[in-house]
């Protein structure tokens, strides 16, 4: 009973996930710099005077991330070749709870001549995310399904580019070693939550709302993920923001 209530609150967490959507709007002054390519022969820098222009709000509570340890295995990006990690950030709701991050990733779409738009991009990533999920599930944030290759995308603008937006349930088990049917109970504190660290789990189950755009020879996947979706939802807003502020510089 007490399984079924738990599946019912984060059935309706996650509909709150897809329901709500974020508005992408790249404002003025998103577009190409004058005199720009939007050709870039080098991995982007983020920051302040980076190629890509982007961090969550630090009023907010948001911090850097990059250097948390164990994160690989509790939520690991399953990075394409030629995609390479640009910045990762996270928050808490209350010091206990979970934390919800914030990945920013940039592809080199030399490596990838199949990927011509956001929801070419969208396919390519989300079919490496449930390549090594123990259990994924895609969703169209506007609803509808969202399986095989012809996933329905809410669009937008971020940064003068359309995007592809996509939401995804993902399961990560611990097993005690690469392949195997056995799982090992794991703390996840200081990583996915700020939990008492006697409290183990044999996996944890990561919703995510992914934003992917393409801007010159580079794709980009922007994505809000955690472990608890009604916090998730809690930071939309935020989500949001970041997203509106974004710029290119090349």
């Not at 907010?60 to 509790?74: K, P, T």
């Not at 990690?85 to 928050?91: D, N, S, T």
């Not at 095989?148 to 097993?175: H, L, M, N």
């Not at 990583?191 to 789990?201: K, L, M, Q, V």
Request: aromatic share 6%.
């Amino acid at each position: 009973m007490r399984m079924n209530a738990l599946a019912s609150i984060r059935s309706l967490a996650l509909a709150a996930v897809l329901a709500i959507p974020v508005a992408l709007s790249g404002g003025p002054g998103s577009a190409l710099a004058a005199g720009s390519t939007g050709r870039l022969d080098r991995v982007p820098v983020v920051g302040a005077a980076g190629d890509l222009r982007i961090a969550p709000p630090s009023e907010r509570g948001w911090q850097e991330a990059n250097g948390v340890s164990g994160l690989e295995r509790v939520g690991r990006l399953d990075l394409l070749p030629g995609e390479y990690a640009l910045g990762r950030w996270r928050v808490l709701n209350n010091p206990n709870g979970p934390y919800v991050y914030f990945y920013a990733t940039a592809i080199n779409l030399d490596q990838h001549p199949e990927v011509k738009s956001a929801a070419d991009l969208a396919t390519a990533k989300l079919t490496q995310l449930c390549r090594y999920s123990d259990g994924c599930q895609l969703i169209a944030p506007e609803g509808g399904s969202a399986s095989g290759q012809d996933q329905p995308a809410s669009e937008g603008t971020v940064g003068g580019e359309t995007t592809a937006v996509r939401v995804s349930t993902d399961t990560r088990k611990f097993r005690v070693s690469p392949g195997s049917g056995d799982l090992e109970n794991l703390s996840v504190t200081g990583i996915a939550t700020e939990a008492p660290p006697e409290n183990t789990y044999d996996h944890v189950d990561w919703t995510s709302r992914h934003v992917f755009l393409v801007h010159g020879n580079w794709g980009y996947e922007l994505r809000l993920t955690s472990i608890d979706p009604n916090v998730l939802q809690s930071r939309l807003g935020d989500f949001d923001k970041t997203l509106s502020g974004l710029r290119f510089a090349y």
